[in-house]
């Protein structure tokens, strides 16, 4: 018993002294504006987009960016993708050999259904839209100590902040004006790359490049809506001067002209004429403009603008599709599954199981080749002993058969002094 008190005690004292250094770690880092605490260490709102944006052609709000093909294109092909593949769970035995773990409560969990009202796919997809501008937040739910739910919180509504200890608490303000702080108990965070602290948000960033993708649709959309008519004025002799009820029946009685049904007829009398005073969509490179912007957004979330079905310039599909998924898994992906895959095992399990499992995406299916491609790379692995014809079935969805188990090596490659001792050259022989 006095040698379990010590020890509790020395553990005590060991995360004692780890909060005062990471209190004052947290000291002398500069993350968002902050007020010193009654301690003396400093505090404040984590901020995840820059402080102050300037000359912002329209306001990219989230449903605002989201009205943007490219915008809605990006999130959906890096949400659906992500959602598409199924988590697996593994353990590892003495001799670190891996195997795969079906029974344990928190792969079901992940695997059937988080929450009450979502299937695992739906979790995820919800779970990536937030991840994919940052950060996401899922609100964990215990019955005793067993994790029973996962729900994701919308990311808008939770402002982390520092307290007085250095430690990160989220305070969530919902959408009906109830207002809780959680801890990272209760909270499980993936961010982004960023401070350390929060994730830096694409959309928040690429704010000015989203907002000229706005203010060009919203042109295009004026510019259909009156009949693509030009903006003008009227002007006539200027020995004539008109009044200002001739003036303001002139404007009235034209309006029509620039702002009316596009088969509205214009009289023009009285040596009146009308200069064309607007820019064409051509003089402004409205087209250009707009695919410009779609290689500027695919290039905020790391999408190929290809696979948001951008045109422009020759295409990389056909032959190409594999070398671009191949790039797009690594580039564009890859991070997303290893820092969900690290954040369930660290975050999820208790800590003295950390070494004991691992999660990973079953990426196999999203890089999965050609039918004449996947047989012949099969058949090497079974040729060279790398599998054994049942784990290839399996791989394939195919019932396994007997004797499958074992591995094989091919063996037409003998010595040729061998060969030549073996009487009428059968190699099935010994000497």
Not at 88 to 98: C, L, P
Not at 369 to 393: F, H, L, P
Not at 422 to 431: A, I, L, R, S
Request: glycine share 6%; charged share 30%.
């Amino acid at each position: 018993m006095k040698t379990s008190a010590k020890v509790a005690k020395h553990r005590l004292n060991f995360c004692l002294e780890k909060d005062r250094i990471q209190s004052a770690v947290f000291k002398e880092r500069e993350v968002g504006n902050r007020s010193a605490g009654p301690d003396g260490f400093k505090r404040g709102v984590i901020f995840d987009s820059p402080r102050s944006q300037s000359n912002i052609a329209r306001t990219a709000t989230f449903d605002r960016a989201m009205t943007l093909s490219a915008v809605f294109a990006c999130h959906k092909i890096l949400a659906e993708t992500v959602a598409s593949l199924p988590i697996e769970m593994f353990t590892f035995d003495k001799s670190r050999n891996r195997t795969q773990v079906f029974d344990h409560e928190l792969i079901k969990l992940l695997r059937n259904k988080p929450n009450d009202h979502q299937t695992c796919i739906e979790f995820k997809e919800t779970l990536m839209l937030n991840l994919i501008n940052g950060n996401a937040y899922v609100r964990k739910y215990y019955w005793h100590k067993e994790l029973i739910q996962l729900e994701v919180i919308n990311n808008g509504v939770v402002t982390p902040k520092l307290n007085d200890r250095g430690k990160v608490e989220y305070h969530v303000s919902y959408f009906n004006g109830k207002k809780e702080v959680l801890t990272t108990k209760e909270i499980w965070h993936i961010k982004l790359f960023g401070n350390g602290l929060v994730g830096m948000s694409p959309l928040a960033y690429g704010a000015r490049t989203i907002g000229i993708g706005l203010a060009t649709d919203d042109k295009v959309g004026k510019i259909m809506e009156n009949g693509a008519k030009p903006h003008g004025y009227l002007s006539t002799d200027p020995k004539v001067r008109l009044k200002k009820e001739q003036r303001d029946g002139l404007r009235e009685e034209f309006t029509d002209m620039i702002y009316g049904d596009e088969f509205f007829l214009p009289v023009l009398e009285g040596g009146l004429t009308f200069n064309k005073m607007s820019l064409t969509p051509e003089d402004i490179e409205l087209l250009e403009n707009r695919r410009f912007t779609v290689e500027e957004i695919c290039r905020f979330y790391g999408v190929p603008s290809v696979l948001v079905n951008d045109t422009n310039g020759s295409t990389t599909w056909g032959s190409g599709i594999t070398e671009l998924v191949d790039a797009f898994y690594r580039f564009g992906l890859r991070h997303y599954f290893e820092r969900i895959e690290e954040s369930i095992r660290l975050n999820l399990i208790e800590r003295i199981d950390w070494d004991k499992y691992e999660f990973e995406f079953k990426i196999k299916d999203l890089l999965r080749a050609s039918i004449k491609d996947r047989v012949e790379i099969n058949s090497k692995r079974i040729i060279n002993g790398q599998s054994t014809i049942n784990e290839i079935r399996r791989e394939e969805g195919d019932p396994v058969k007997e004797n499958g188990d074992q591995l094989l090596v091919a063996a037409n490659l003998v010595p040729l002094d061998r060969l030549i001792q073996t009487p009428q050259g059968n190699v099935n022989e010994t000497k």
